[in-house]
């Protein structure tokens, strides 16, 4: 069960817990459906201030290879030079410049979002989901977040087009975050 707490007792330093958490997006494809996908690595770190949520900070390392869409054949072409370069570029990064409170339960969080070596800004806006202590002793917090980004801005152009017009692969991009993270003593 979780509670909400008294934000000040919740400053400290948070390590993101892969196992319980999840980096999604979703795609639109061939003009009719969305393909969704993950990344099964990663890491990460929060430091929260509950007192002043504006010098609360986040880091995610997300490796490209960990890419899963439920297709071995998908996956492999978004790991080729057409989309991510894997092997030039194995890590996509996530650096926080600046947080702030909404009000409520409602946060956002702007950062330098890097993939393929390009570096733009991201702002992702994020619910705080609550805090626990786990049956393990670990103090808990979760927040859900989502943004979107047009993938021409970090160089992933490729595409084919339709016969009926339109293309194969939709410039935006739905990001989402699900995010258990584990204060650290």
Partial sequence: MTTTPDLSTLT?????DPAHSAIG???????VTNVKGKFLDFTGTLHLDGTDPSRS??????TMDSIDTGSPDRDGHLKSSDFF???????MTF?????ESLGGDDYRITGDL?????TKPLTIDLEFNGAAKDPFGNERVGF??????????????WNAALETGGVLVSDKIKLNFDISAIRQA
């Fill in 144 to 157: 859900e977040g989502k943004s979107e980004i047009k993938r021409s801005e970090w160089g992933l152009t």
């Fill in 95 to 99: 650096r926080s410049t600046k947080a």
């Fill in 57 to 62: 900070t986040a880091s995610l390392d997300i």
């Fill in 85 to 91: 370069k894997t092997d030039e570029h194995p890590t």
């Fill in 114 to 118: 890097t993939v393929l070596g390009t």
């Fill in 25 to 31: 997006f979703t795609a639109r494809h061939a003009m």
């Fill in 12 to 16: 400290g330093e948070y390590t993101v």
